[in-house]
C-alpha cells in the first residue's frame, strides 16, 4: 500500500535535537507528497484525543516546523508514562493498573488514516515501536537519548549536546574549586551507562568519575583526594553518574511513579558527605539533572537528528519497516528493532577513553 500520511511521536525523555529530526522527517516527507501529523506526548494524542482542543494529532508542515531545527525539548510533547502495552489506569478499587491498549491504538491509527509511524525515542520508546510493529504497523524508530545507552548505534542524539553542556559546568567548577579548596561533586545523569560522567569528566579533567559500571568504594576515591592534597593540589573534581552504586550496595532513588521507571538522584550527596567525612576537606554538591536535557542542541546533535529524520523517510519510501535508523559511520543504517530493546550499551571498561581516562591518572573508584 502506497504511503500518503505518515505520524510522527517522541517518547521517553526529551533530548536536544527531537526537533530537528521532527523537521527532517516533514521536509523530507512532503518532497514525497506525504502528509505528517504529530502524535501529542508520545501516543496520548491519539489514546485520549478527548484531552487535547485539536483531537491530539498536529499537523505537520514545513510551514509549521520551520525554524526549529535550533530549538531544545520537543514541539510533539512527550511522556514516560504513556506505555500502550502497560498502560496505567485507575481502577474502580482506587489503585493503579496496567492494561495493554495496543490494539486501541492501532484501530485509532487506522481511524485516522495513518499508514505509518516513526518513533523518536529511547530504550523503551523503540520496544513499544517493535511491538506495534510485529502487531503490522509500518514503524520506523529514531534512536534517542542524552545517555547514549542505546545499543546498535555509535551514537544516539543528545548525547554530544549533554557532554558538551557537563564539560562547560565541569570547566566553571574547577575555577571556584580550585579558589577555595574544596571537593566539587558533580552528579551527571546517565542510569545504567556512564557515558555522559566518562566523557564529560575526561573531557572537564576530573580527578575522580563514578560510573553505573563499576561499584565504586569511596576510600579509593578519598585517597586520590588526599594525594592531591599532599602533591599541593587543594581541589578536587569528582564526576558520578545518577546510577553509580558502591560496592555492595545498590544505586540511590528518588522514588517511583505509576507507570515510570524509578526515579535516580541523591548519589552524588552521599559522596559528598562521605568524602566530606574522610578527607576533612568542605565539599560542595551539583546536581546538573535536566539541565543536561534541556536547551539547544550542539551542531553534532542537530546534524545527526537531521541525517536520522532523512534517513528515516528514506527507509518508510524503500518500504522498509521495524527497523530503527543507526549512526554506523560514514553511513546511517538500519537494524531491526528486535535486535536493540532491551540491550542496553554499558561502557565498556576496557574502551579506549576508560584507558584514557587511567593514563590520566583519573580514579574510577575502583
Ligand atoms: O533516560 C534519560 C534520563 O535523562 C535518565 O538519565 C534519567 O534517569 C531519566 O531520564 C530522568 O527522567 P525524568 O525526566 O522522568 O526525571
Request: charged share 20%; hydrophobic share 40%.
Given at each position: 500500500?502506497?504511503?500518503?500520511?505518515?505520524?510522527i511521536?517522541?517518547g521517553?525523555?526529551d533530548a536536544?535535537?527531537?526537533?530537528?529530526?521532527?523537521?527532517?522527517?516533514?521536509?523530507a516527507?512532503?518532497?514525497?507528497?506525504?502528509e505528517?501529523v504529530?502524535i501529542r506526548?508520545?501516543?496520548n494524542?491519539?489514546?485520549?484525543p478527548?484531552?487535547?482542543p485539536d483531537?491530539g494529532?498536529?499537523?505537520?508542515?514545513?510551514?509549521?516546523?520551520r525554524?526549529i531545527t535550533?530549538?531544545?525539548?520537543t514541539?510533539l510533547?512527550t511522556?514516560?508514562?504513556?506505555?500502550?502495552?502497560?498502560y496505567?489506569v485507575?481502577?474502580e478499587?482506587?489503585?493503579?493498573?496496567?492494561i495493554?491498549?495496543?490494539d486501541?491504538?492501532?484501530?485509532?491509527?487506522a481511524?485516522?488514516?495513518?499508514?505509518a509511524?516513526?518513533?523518536?525515542g529511547?530504550?523503551?520508546s523503540l520496544?513499544?515501536?517493535?511491538?506495534?510493529?510485529?502487531?503490522?504497523?509500518r514503524?520506523?524508530g529514531?534512536?534517542?537519548?542524552?545517555?547514549?545507552?542505546?545499543?546498535k548505534?555509535?551514537?544516539?542524539?543528545?548525547f554530544?549536546?549533554a557532554?558538551?553542556f557537563a564539560t562547560?559546568?565541569?570547566?566553571?567548577?574547577?575555577?571556584?574549586?580550585a579558589?577555595?579548596?574544596?571537593?566539587?561533586?558533580?552528579?551527571v545523569?546517565g542510569r545504567?551507562a556512564?557515558w555522559i560522567a566518562l566523557?564529560s569528566?575526561?573531557a572537564g579533567t576530573?580527578d575522580?568519575?563514578l560510573?553505573p559500571?563499576?561499584?565504586?568504594?569511596?576510600?579509593k576515591?578519598?585517597e586520590?583526594v588526599?594525594?592531591?592534597?599532599?602533591?599541593?593540589?587543594d581541589?578536587?573534581?569528582v564526576?558520578?553518574?545518577?546510577?553509580a552504586?558502591?560496592?555492595?550496595?545498590d544505586?540511590?532513588?528518588?522514588?517511583?511513579?505509576?507507570?515510570?521507571?524509578?526515579?535516580?538522584?541523591?548519589?552524588?550527596h552521599?559522596?559528598?558527605a562521605?568524602?566530606?567525612?574522610?578527607?576533612g576537606k568542605?565539599t560542595?554538591v551539583v546536581?546538573?539533572?535536566?539541565?543536561l536535557r534541556?536547551?539547544k542542541p550542539?551542531a553534532?546533535?542537530?546534524?545527526l537528528?537531521?541525517r536520522?529524520g532523512?534517513a528515516?523517510?528514506?527507509?518508510l519510501?524503500?518500504?522498509?519497516?521495524?527497523?530503527?535508523?543507526?549512526?554506523?559511520p560514514?553511513t546511517?543504517?538500519y537494524?531491526?528493532?528486535a535486535e536493540v530493546?532491551g540491550?542496553?550499551k554499558?561502557?565498556?571498561?576496557?574502551?579506549?577513553?576508560?584507558?584514557?581516562?587511567?593514563?590520566l591518572?583519573i580514579n574510577f573508584?575502583?
Amino acid at each position: 500500500m502506497k504511503i500518503k500520511r505518515i505520524a510522527i511521536n517522541t517518547g521517553g525523555g526529551d533530548a536536544p535535537g527531537l526537533n530537528a529530526v521532527i523537521r527532517a522527517i516533514v521536509l523530507a516527507a512532503t518532497q514525497r507528497g506525504w502528509e505528517c501529523v504529530g502524535i501529542r506526548d508520545g501516543y496520548n494524542g491519539l489514546l485520549m484525543p478527548e484531552h487535547y482542543p485539536d483531537g491530539g494529532l498536529m499537523p505537520l508542515t514545513p510551514d509549521t516546523v520551520r525554524g526549529i531545527t535550533h530549538l531544545g525539548g520537543t514541539i510533539l510533547g512527550t511522556t514516560n508514562r504513556g506505555n500502550p502495552l502497560s498502560y496505567p489506569v485507575l481502577g474502580e478499587d482506587g489503585q493503579y493498573h496496567e492494561i495493554d491498549r495496543s490494539d486501541e491504538l492501532l484501530d485509532a491509527f487506522a481511524d485516522n488514516k495513518l499508514d505509518a509511524l516513526v518513533a523518536i525515542g529511547g530504550d523503551g520508546s523503540l520496544g513499544i515501536a517493535g511491538a506495534l510493529a510485529n502487531k503490522g504497523l509500518r514503524v520506523v524508530g529514531v534512536p534517542k537519548t542524552i545517555d547514549n545507552d542505546l545499543d546498535k548505534t555509535v551514537a544516539t542524539f543528545g548525547f554530544n549536546s549533554a557532554v558538551y553542556f557537563a564539560t562547560e559546568c565541569i570547566d566553571r567548577l574547577h575555577t571556584t574549586a580550585a579558589s577555595h579548596q574544596r571537593i566539587m561533586v558533580v552528579e551527571v545523569m546517565g542510569r545504567y551507562a556512564g557515558w555522559i560522567a566518562l566523557n564529560s569528566g575526561v573531557a572537564g579533567t576530573a580527578d575522580a568519575i563514578l560510573l553505573p559500571e563499576i561499584p565504586y568504594d569511596i576510600t579509593k576515591v578519598a585517597e586520590k583526594v588526599q594525594s592531591r592534597t599532599a602533591h599541593g593540589r587543594d581541589f578536587s573534581i569528582v564526576v558520578v553518574a545518577e546510577g553509580a552504586r558502591p560496592i555492595g550496595g545498590d544505586v540511590t532513588i528518588i522514588g517511583k511513579a505509576v507507570g515510570q521507571a524509578e526515579r535516580l538522584g541523591g548519589v552524588g550527596h552521599k559522596v559528598g558527605a562521605a568524602l566530606e567525612a574522610l578527607t576533612g576537606k568542605e565539599t560542595r554538591v551539583v546536581v546538573l539533572g535536566h539541565l543536561l536535557r534541556g536547551g539547544k542542541p550542539t551542531a553534532y546533535d542537530r546534524l545527526l537528528s537531521l541525517r536520522f529524520g532523512a534517513a528515516a523517510v528514506r527507509a518508510l519510501a524503500e518500504g522498509v519497516t521495524g527497523i530503527m535508523v543507526a549512526l554506523d559511520p560514514p553511513t546511517v543504517n538500519y537494524v531491526p528493532l528486535a535486535e536493540v530493546a532491551g540491550r542496553m550499551k554499558q561502557v565498556p571498561l576496557d574502551c579506549d577513553t576508560m584507558l584514557t581516562g587511567r593514563d590520566l591518572g583519573i580514579n574510577f573508584g575502583d
